[in-house]
C-alpha cells in the first residue's frame, strides 16, 4: 500500500512539472526569430498639382485701411510665397522625401528593445489536475526579461533598386519645385498684365466716352438751333450710350481681374492696391529658334524632372527582375531572463535565412509588365516634351514678331483715327456734312485703342511665355517683362 502511494506521488509530481513547464512556455519569451518587417510599398513619382491650383493661394494676411502700390515685382514674390500651386508642389518634395526614408530602411538593420515582467499564479484543479494531497493553486511565480532584437536583410537587389528609384523620385520632386516657380511667374504675370491691359481700355473708353458727349453736346445744340436734323442728335445719343456701356464692362472686367490677381498671389480680397507699374513696350529681336531651344533643353526644369523620372522608372523595372534573386537575411536577439534582473542570466540566439523564390510566376511577371509598361510611358513622355519644348519655343518667337508688328500698326491707327475724328467733328461744326462720319470715326477710334492695347498686351505675355519656354522666368523675367 505504502509502494502504491509512493508511485501515486511521483507520478503526481512528474505531472505537476510537465504541467508547469506547458504553462511557463506559453507565458514566457521565446528566442527572438528576429523575422524582419515587410519591406515598404514600391516609391512612385509624384503627381503634379492640377494647374488650376496656379489660380489659388493661402493667405494668411490681414487687409489694412492702406491702399497698397502693387509693382509687377512685388507680385510675383508675393506668388512664390503664398501661391497654391507651388505650395502643393513642396508638399510633394516633402512626400518624396518621406517615401526615400521608407526605401532607405528596408536596407538598414531594424533594432528593436523590450523589457518585459510577468507574474503568474496556476489553478491546477482548473486545469484537471486533482490529486488528494497537493494544493490545489501554485504560484505566484515569474521572471524579467530585457532583450535587444535586431533583423537585417543583407542581400536584397530588389529593395535596393527600390531606393534608388526613390532617390530618383525626390529628385524629381525638387527640379518640380523649381518649374513650379516658372509657373508661378507665368500665371502672375499674365494676371498682372491683364490688369493693366484693363485700365488702359478703361482709360481709352472714358476718353470715347467724353469724346461722345462732346459730339452729343454739340448734336443737340445743332438741332436746338435747327441747323441739323433730331436724327443727327438720336445717333449721337446711341454713340454716347454705347460708350457708356463699354465703360462699365471694361470697369467690371478690371475688378474682376483684380481678384484674380489677388487670389493668385495671396492677398486678402478685401484689400485696395493699385498697379503701379506699366509694361512697356520693348522690341525683342534676335531671336534664334535653334539656339533658343538648345537654351531651353538646358535649363528646362521640368524636363529635367522627368528625365528623372524616367530613371526612377528604370529602376523600378530593374527592381521587378531583381525579385527573382536570392535574399538573405540575418535575424538575432540578446538579453537576459531570469527570476529578476540580480538573479538572471543571458541568452542569444542568431540565424541567417537565404530565400530563393520557387514558384512566383504570376506575380512576377506582373510586377514585370507593371514597370515596364510605366518605363515606356515615361519615355514617351519624355519624347513628348522635348518636342513640345522645341513648339512652345518657336510658338513664342512668332507671337513676339506678329505682337511688335501689330503694335506698330495699331499705334499708327491710333493716330490715324484720331485725325480721321477731328476732321470729321470740324466738319460736322462747320455744316458741311452730318455726324454720321463723326460716328463712324469715333467707332474706328474705339477699334483702334482696343487693337492697340490687345496687341500690347499679347506681345508682352508673348515676351513672358518665351522665358517661360527657356525655364528662365523665375530669375530672368525683368528682361522680358520689365515695370515702368
Not at 137 to 149: E, L, M, V
Not at 344 to 363: C, I, M, N, R, Y
Not at 392 to 414: F, G
Amino acid at each position: 500500500m505504502a509502494e502504491v502511494k509512493g508511485l501515486l506521488r511521483l507520478t503526481a509530481v512528474g505531472l505537476l512539472g510537465a504541467f508547469v513547464s506547458i504553462s511557463s512556455q506559453a507565458q514566457s519569451p521565446q528566442p527572438a526569430t528576429g523575422a524582419s518587417s515587410p519591406p515598404p510599398a514600391a516609391p512612385s513619382a509624384p503627381q503634379a498639382p492640377p494647374s488650376t491650383s496656379y489660380q489659388g493661394s493661402v493667405t494668411d494676411e490681414k487687409a489694412t485701411s492702406e491702399v497698397l502700390q502693387l509693382t509687377l515685382d512685388d507680385a510675383i514674390q508675393r506668388g512664390l510665397k503664398h501661391n497654391l500651386g507651388l505650395i502643393l508642389t513642396g508638399q510633394n518634395q516633402q512626400g518624396a522625401s518621406g517615401q526615400r526614408l521608407q526605401q532607405l530602411q528596408a536596407l538598414l538593420p531594424n533594432v528593436d528593445a523590450s523589457i518585459k515582467e510577468a507574474v503568474q499564479q496556476t489553478n491546477l484543479q482548473a486545469e484537471g489536475l486533482r490529486i488528494p494531497g497537493f494544493p490545489s493553486i501554485i504560484g505566484p511565480y515569474g521572471y524579467t526579461d530585457a532583450r535587444a532584437s535586431m533583423s537585417w536583410s543583407l542581400l536584397n537587389i530588389a529593395s535596393l533598386k527600390s531606393y534608388l528609384a526613390s532617390k530618383h523620385y525626390f529628385q524629381e520632386a525638387q527640379l518640380s519645385v523649381q518649374d513650379a516657380r516658372d509657373m508661378v511667374v507665368l500665371t502672375v504675370g499674365n494676371a498682372y498684365l491683364t490688369c493693366i491691359a484693363d485700365a488702359s481700355l478703361i482709360e481709352s473708353d472714358q476718353a470715347q466716352v467724353a469724346t461722345s458727349k462732346v459730339s452729343l453736346d454739340q448734336a443737340v445744340a445743332n438741332h436746338q438751333a435747327g441747323t441739323s436734323p433730331l436724327l443727327d442728335e438720336l445717333r449721337a445719343r446711341v454713340d454716347y450710350q454705347t460708350q457708356q456701356q463699354s465703360l462699365i464692362s471694361a470697369q467690371n472686367q478690371f475688378e474682376k481681374d483684380k481678384i484674380a490677381l489677388a487670389r493668385a498671389i495671396g492677398l486678402p480680397l478685401e484689400q485696395k492696391f493699385i498697379l503701379s507699374d506699366q509694361a512697356p513696350y520693348a522690341v525683342l529681336d534676335d531671336l534664334n529658334p535653334e539656339s533658343l531651344v538648345s537654351q531651353a533643353i538646358g535649363s528646362r526644369s521640368d524636363l529635367k524632372a522627368l528625365t528623372e523620372d524616367v530613371n526612377g522608372a528604370k529602376d523600378q523595372r530593374s527592381a521587378a527582375t531583381a525579385e527573382r534573386y536570392p535574399t538573405i537575411d540575418f535575424q538575432g536577439d540578446y538579453g537576459d531572463i531570469g527570476v529578476n534582473l540580480r538573479h538572471s542570466h543571458g541568452t542569444g540566439d542568431a540565424s541567417g535565412t537565404l530565400s530563393v523564390p520557387v514558384f512566383q510566376e504570376g506575380k512576377l511577371r506582373g510586377d514585370a509588365r507593371l514597370t515596364q509598361s510605366e518605363l515606356d510611358q515615361r519615355l514617351a513622355q519624355l519624347s513628348d516634351l522635348n518636342g513640345q519644348i522645341n513648339a512652345d519655343i518657336r510658338d513664342s518667337i512668332l507671337d513676339i514678331q506678329s505682337a511688335q508688328k501689330r503694335v506698330e500698326v495699331s499705334r499708327s491707327n491710333v493716330q490715324l483715327a484720331t485725325e480721321a475724328l477731328s476732321e470729321a467733328q470740324q466738319r460736322y461744326a462747320a455744316g458741311v456734312s452730318d455726324n454720321l462720319a463723326v460716328s463712324q470715326a469715333q467707332q474706328a477710334m474705339a477699334q483702334a485703342d482696343n487693337q492697340y492695347v490687345s496687341s500690347l498686351y499679347q506681345h508682352n505675355v508673348a515676351k513672358l511665355s518665351l522665358a517661360r519656354a527657356l525655364g528662365l522666368a523665375d530669375q530672368n523675367y525683368k528682361r522680358y517683362v520689365g515695370g515702368k
